[in-house]
């Protein structure tokens, strides 16, 4: 049960509690500069997810093996394997898309996200949870980059794209309102950084409110506690009050009397019988 419980947070975490960009502000070279559009902040996201999982797993088969005092070293070149790997892969299938992200796939290798992943987690834990650790950090890194992305385009063009950079036949653009009305800036590189802090102040916003209502619950909890206790002890009091002020109005004549003592009389000494005339003749 223990064990199920960490996998389940090794997935969880790195999607909502640590997320890489909006929680723990990693990787932000490539969160600026790939999140364009959609489709191009998709495809660093799929890239980034597989590099994590195949160096997780390495990783942490190999963590009782690899020395401590060049852990760091073969961590980065175990990355580098991958990242070489996924690089060719996608300039071989989706050309447009690896010239689209360009020098910013071959800096997977310095992404500290991949890194720091290896180090915290995938040299401590097994194998399975890594890889459920790599999948919910980079999927919780895919959905930042397609928000701040989104954000980008949608502002800065006034349409959403897809199928310019993934081989799907055609591309398919969705006008939500006329270009001329869109803000260029956003798609500029400037507009990064308007669109993470829009997005971060959002997010701070959301906390700020959600902190000060439970510290409200919690003052009213409290205050109950003390309007309750109070007024137990306001009834206690009175109880007592009462009870005092029944005693001291008893009458002293209505008090239960002590029993009187018991006299210890001596019997009356026995009169002689008055004489007879026999006896007076006798005499």
């Known amino acids: 049960m223990k064990d199920s419980i960490t996998k389940k947070a090794a997935f969880v975490s790195g999607i909502i509690k640590e997320n890489p960009v909006f929680v723990s502000l990693l990787g932000m070279c490539p969160t600026l500069a790939t999140t364009k559009s959609v489709e ?16 997780n797993l390495l990783i942490s088969l ?4 690899i020395p401590s005092e060049v852990k760091i070293p073969c961590y980065i070149v175990v990355i580098a394997t991958f990242v070489t790997i996924v690089k060719m892969l996608t300039q071989a299938f989706i050309p447009a898309l690896y010239s689209s992200l360009g020098v ?13 992943r290896a180090e915290a987690f995938a040299s401590k834990h097994g ?6 650790d790599a999948l919910g950090t980079g999927i919780g890194y895919t959905i930042a980059l397609c928000v701040v992305a989104f954000i980008r385009e949608f502002i800065g063009t ?18 939500i309102f006329p270009q001329e009305y869109a803000l260029s ?21 959301y906390k700020n409110v959600k902190d000060n209502k439970k510290a409200a619950a919690e003052k009213a909890r409290i205050e109950e506690l003390k309007k309750k206790k109070a007024e137990e002890l306001a009834k206690k009091k009175a109880e007592e009050e009462a009870a005092k ?3 001291e109005a008893t009458p002293a004549a209505e008090a239960p009397k ?26």
């Open 62 to 65: 190999l963590r009782k093996i």
């Open 258 to 283: 002590a029993p009187a003592p018991v006299e210890n009389k001596e019997p009356e000494e026995k009169k002689a019988p008055a004489p007879t005339p026999e006896l007076k003749e006798a005499a």
């Open 104 to 116: 910013f796939i071959s800096l997977i290798v310095v992404n500290c996200i991949i890194l720091g």
């Open 127 to 132: 194998p399975v949870a890594s890889i459920l």
């Open 185 to 205: 800036i956003f798609v500029q590189s400037a507009g990064g950084f308007l669109a993470l802090g829009l997005v971060l102040a959002v997010m701070a916003c």
């Open 245 to 247: 002020a029944t005693a």
């Open 158 to 175: 006034g349409a959403i794209s897809f199928g310019v950079y993934f081989p799907i036949g055609r591309a398919y653009f969705l006008h």
């Open 40 to 55: 191009s902040a998709i495809g660093m996201g799929i890239l980034v997810i597989l590099v994590l999982l195949g160096s």
